[in-house]
């Protein structure tokens, strides 16, 4: 009879919460969803409560969101990775992806019609 | 070049000019003024005359001059100190989070759609008060506020980028005159939903087209609210027919003023003769409720526990698409008052807000209503209305200490024995006018079956039949 290794076992279980985000990441073949993007990326480390602050849509308006997507964003988390991942934030989102939640948090911002929390 | 065409050329030019203009988003036009927003006092260092004349209005009273409602009696009445039969009033329902089960918010109180920052309005001016106006709700685009609580049980409305002072700065200097998204957000969200209260009053007039509203479609004119409505000093012209207020009685608002269209708008004379006895809205308002269904009639005396929401509420019946009912109004209006004794109709329910008018009444006309029905507490043994605080049952479901609850806030009275009744409130439609191609024609009132209760508006029959006496 074949035996599991415990140091497989480990290693599988490490590659489930990856497995959820790429495959949140990927939403394969439709448009990137951008609420869902930002609940599975960004509200890991911002939110209530949160050392690093809590963030939502409408934490910012309209254009503050465009400048920290322009000029804030890829500074300040180039080396992030979320809890359980071995592979960085900005690695495991595409560019349509990144879009669609700078899209999510400008669209809900506190001066857009729709401000929201992202509960 | 023919002078007529060269005049028609300039209107052309002119009217595409100023649609541009509205269409195009106000430019932040305090930009130099002030450098922080530090809250309503930054407003008052330059605009306490438009404060104080604020300070006085119905929009922040919530209460004033009554000259058309026949028993006012000269009093100052307004939603604050009468009744509906929507959410009732707001004593008791002012101000408060009520969460449910799940500690979900359901409900902050009607100072959501107060332009005041949560205190009661007072009929004393105070420094105060004046620094409760939220002068951003109306007329900075962008500008949201939530209900924060402060220490202790008080509860204050704060913009939402309290904690993001650029931002704030940056909102608060995109000041305009109120344009109609500004408006929509109270006026269409009045009644517990989108659209409920008003019937005529949608968001989709946000951004419409002259097909739906003639007035107001971006295609069109671009008409703002306070195109027809501003009056001066921050008194707001027209009533409808169902407010208490009168906040410029001096101007009042009608379609048939030589400033609008006058009293023989049609090509046709026989329009004309139409117009002389029957309002615009009859024909240029089809039906209401054309995007978002409103609320036809809401029983208080029937539970409705809706599990989704985790939210008790009275059983709402929403329709849409709903086409007016008819009857005669001169201007004044009826209102059934607290603390008076119910005046029955002759269907047996209580009038809330009636219009005033017959068909031998030479300044009435036939116009067009929402016929809103409900079912509310009545005290036994004084024949008074009675509203409900509403707030704690739609977490609770519990009617009866709401009822008695608000008999102990509006009469002093403790454990009120009260009855169920029927009610009838019409409210006039005047919004989504449509233009002539889209009015209704002759046999729509004329036609078998028309829409027209001839009797009951005081005809024999119809009178195009009856022939005699028509007008």
């Keep these: ?119 | 070049m023919n002078i007529r065409l060269l005049l028609a050329a300039c209107a052309v030019i002119l009217t595409g000019a100023a649609s541009a203009a509205l269409a195009q988003d106000p430019a932040p036009s305090h930009a130099s003024y002030f450098e922080h927003y530090e809250g309503t006092a930054t407003c008052l260092t330059c605009h306490e005359a438009e404060a104080k004349s604020f300070f006085v209005s119905q929009h922040y009273q919530w209460r004033g001059n009554s000259p058309a409602i026949v028993n006012s009696k000269g009093r100052q009445l307004g939603k604050i100190n009468t009744f509906n039969d929507f959410c009732t009033s707001p004593t008791g329902n002012w101000i408060g989070i009520i969460r449910n089960s799940r500690g979900e918010t359901l409900t902050k109180g009607c100072s959501a759609c107060h332009a005041g920052l949560g205190k009661l309005p007072s009929p004393e001016m105070s420094r105060e008060q004046l620094e409760n106006i939220d002068c951003l709700i109306c007329h900075a685009s962008g500008y949201r506020r939530d209900l924060v609580q402060l220490e202790g049980e008080s509860f204050e409305w704060k913009p939402i980028l309290w904690k993001n002072q650029a931002g704030l700065d940056s909102v608060s200097k995109r000041i305009s005159k109120p344009t109609r998204v500004m408006c929509l957000r109270c006026h269409s969200a009045s009644g517990g939903g989108a659209n409920f209260k008003r019937g005529d009053i949608e968001y989709a007039l946000a951004e419409t087209t002259r097909d739906y509203d003639v007035h107001m479609g971006t295609d069109g004119v671009n008409m703002q609210c306070v195109t027809c409505h501003a009056g001066a000093d921050h008194r707001v012209r027209g009533r409808g027919t169902d407010l208490a207020g009168t906040d410029l009685p001096g101007r009042p608002l009608s379609c048939d003023t030589a400033e609008c269209h006058g009293n023989a708008p049609h090509k046709q004379t026989m329009l004309n003769t139409h117009a002389a006895r029957v309002n615009c809205t009859v024909c240029h308002i089809r039906e209401f409720a054309r995007t978002d269904a409103t609320d036809m009639r809401r029983d208080w005396s029937k539970t409705v526990y809706n599990k989704e929401a985790d939210r008790y509420t009275a059983n709402i019946t929403l329709e849409k698409n709903v086409q007016p009912v008819y009857d005669w109004y001169n201007g004044t209006s009826r209102a059934q008052l607290l603390g008076e004794p119910a005046r029955h109709l002759a269907d047996g329910s209580v009038g809330i807000m009636m219009p005033v008018g017959a068909r031998s009444d030479p300044k009435a006309k036939i116009f067009a209503f929402k016929k809103h029905t409900a079912r509310l507490p009545k005290l036994v043994d004084r024949n008074w209305m009675v509203p409900i605080t509403v707030e704690h049952f739609f977490a609770n479901g519990e009617m009866e200490p709401a009822v008695k609850n608000a008999a102990h806030e509006v009469y002093g009275i403790e454990n009120a024995k009260t009855t169920w009744v029927e009610t009838t409130r019409m409210m006039g439609i005047f919004h989504g006018v449509q233009p002539a191609n889209r009015a209704l024609g002759c046999l729509d009132c004329h036609g078998e079956p028309g829409r027209m209760d001839w009797k009951a508006l005081g005809y024999g029959g119809d009178p195009m039949m009856v022939g005699r006496g028509r007008r």
């Design chain 1, 1 to 119: 009879m074949r035996t599991i290794k415990p140091k497989a076992i480990l290693a599988a279980l490490w590659m489930i919460p990856l497995a959820i985000v790429l495959t949140t990441n990927a939403v394969a073949g439709d448009k990137p969803n951008g609420k869902e993007l930002y609940k599975a990326n960004c509200k890991a480390c911002h939110d209530k409560g949160s050392k690093f602050g809590e963030f939502t849509p409408m934490t910012l308006i309209q254009d503050q969101w465009r400048g920290f997507f322009k000029e804030k964003l890829v500074p300040a988390h180039k080396d992030v990775t979320l809890p359980g991942q071995s592979i960085k934030l900005l690695d495991s989102l595409t560019p349509e992806q990144m879009k669609a939640i700078e899209k999510f948090c400008v669209d809900h911002a506190a001066d857009s019609e729709q401000p929201q929390t992202c509960t």
